[in-house]
């Protein structure tokens, strides 16, 4: 693991990244704006357990992909704790393991609305809720339920914060671990839909970074 982490509040936002696209970058740019973080860390996993039947790009294009975007971007970094532990690639892991490395720095998860509501199949979920705040981004095409957190057991639910409708925390909020919804972007892209896009021969200079849309054409990714 490399030192880029120097304490505070630190977002930890996991995934594929199998691209980056615009979603992912401006969620990434609100919240490291509207939580008041020191640094945002994105983590892209070598091969998430829930997505090990498919076929995923290479770790390292992933990883070059991420590095590329968020080069000029002061509070912004790559980590690969997870591409260099594979055999460890539970979320509760890496947060812990990011807690040792940093034990002054206030963690702070990011997962979107679909993993929120499948929760409860990840490995010591409760204690991923009950131990870290988490940060909920729901994004068009990835809502929340009505009652976004009625799949939760009673003592999570009394710590949901609902930041619906472009609220920000108050310093009172961020002094413990909540769960925290959110909806600051509009953006109406996924992964999918940019490989789909590839693949049919067209522009996604609209639908990722610059630097990731250059990095994919040069290397012909998804084609």
């Known amino acids: 693991m490399s030192g880029e982490l120097t304490g505070g509040r630190i977002g930890v936002y996991g995934g594929t990244f199998d691209p980056l696209h615009n979603g992912h970058w401006r969620v990434a740019r609100n ?3 509207k939580f008041s973080l020191d640094q945002l860390l994105f983590v892209p996993a070598f091969v998430p357990p829930h997505k090990r039947g498919r076929a995923i790009s290479a770790a ?3 990883y070059a992909m991420l590095a ?3 080069a000029d971007e002061e509070r912004m970094f790559v980590s690969g704790i997870e591409i260099e532990a594979p055999s460890r ?3 509760v892991e890496t947060l812990g393991r990011l807690g040792r490395e940093e034990p002054g720095a206030q963690l702070f998860f990011l997962m979107g609305a679909d993993s929120f509501a499948e929760v ?3 490995r010591a979920w409760e204690k991923l809720l009950g131990a870290y705040s988490v940060i909920v981004a729901q994004r068009p095409g990835n809502e929340l339920d009505a009652a976004p957190a009625g799949h939760l057991p009673p003592e999570l639910r009394q710590n949901v914060i609902d930041l619906r409708g472009g609220a920000r925390p108050t310093k009172e909020m961020l002094t413990a671990p909540h769960i925290y919804l959110t909806d600051y972007v509009a953006e109406n892209v996924s992964a999918t839909r940019v490989r ?3 693949a049919a021969g067209r522009s996604v200079d609209e639908l990722t970074p610059p630097a990731v849309a250059n990095y ?3 290397y ?3 084609r």
């Open 120 to 122: 409860m199949m990840w």
């Open 216 to 218: 994919i054409a040069k």
């Open 89 to 91: 690639p539970y979320t």
């Open 31 to 33: 919240v490291l704006e």
């Open 196 to 198: 789909a896009e590839i």
């Open 220 to 222: 012909r990714l998804y």
């Open 60 to 62: 390292h294009q992933r």
């Open 68 to 70: 590329l975007a968020t």
